[in-house]
Nanobody, 124 residues
Framework: QVQLVESGGGLVQAGGSLRLSCAAS????????MGWFRQAPGKEREFVAA????????YYADSVKGRFTISRDNAKNTVYLHGNSLKPEDTAIYYC?????????????????WGHGTQVTVSS
């Protein structure tokens, strides 16, 4: 089992920045990748970013590319999501997820474990 706990959400003004953290515990050493997804009211959960545990390859949704950065600290079993130049459309619940699959990191189906999410609200 793996437990994922997100933190760092809150209210941010448009143009501002945020840093989300995801602390993992349990069977974390065998995870292949970690990802961030988000879900806005009335919308489907969408991919934001992912990072492979080995090699550190990163993947980003077009909507956040150039504004968001995903990083990880394997020693602390923590993954981070830094966001800059935030927009009201970034408002959503942000979820951290752990994948034990090879590839397909843009799809929720690639992830076996999920956190409960943290709310990010960007005011205009």
């Amino acid at each position: 089992q793996v437990q994922l706990v997100e933190s760092g959400g809150g209210l941010v003004q448009a143009g501002g920045s945020l840093r989300l953290s995801c602390a993992a515990s349990g069977r974390t050493s065998s995870s292949v990748a970690m990802g961030w997804f988000r879900q806005a009211p009335g919308k489907e959960r969408e991919f934001v970013a992912a990072i492979r545990r080995s090699g550190g390859n990163t993947y980003y949704a077009d909507s956040v590319k150039g504004r968001f950065t995903i990083s990880r600290d394997n020693a602390k079993n923590t993954v981070y999501l830094h966001g800059n130049s935030l927009k009201p459309e970034d408002t959503a619940i942000y979820y951290c997820a752990a994948s034990y699959s090879i590839g397909g990191y843009l799809a929720p189906s690639a992830y076996a474990y999920w956190g409960h999410g943290t709310q990010v609200t960007v005011s205009s």
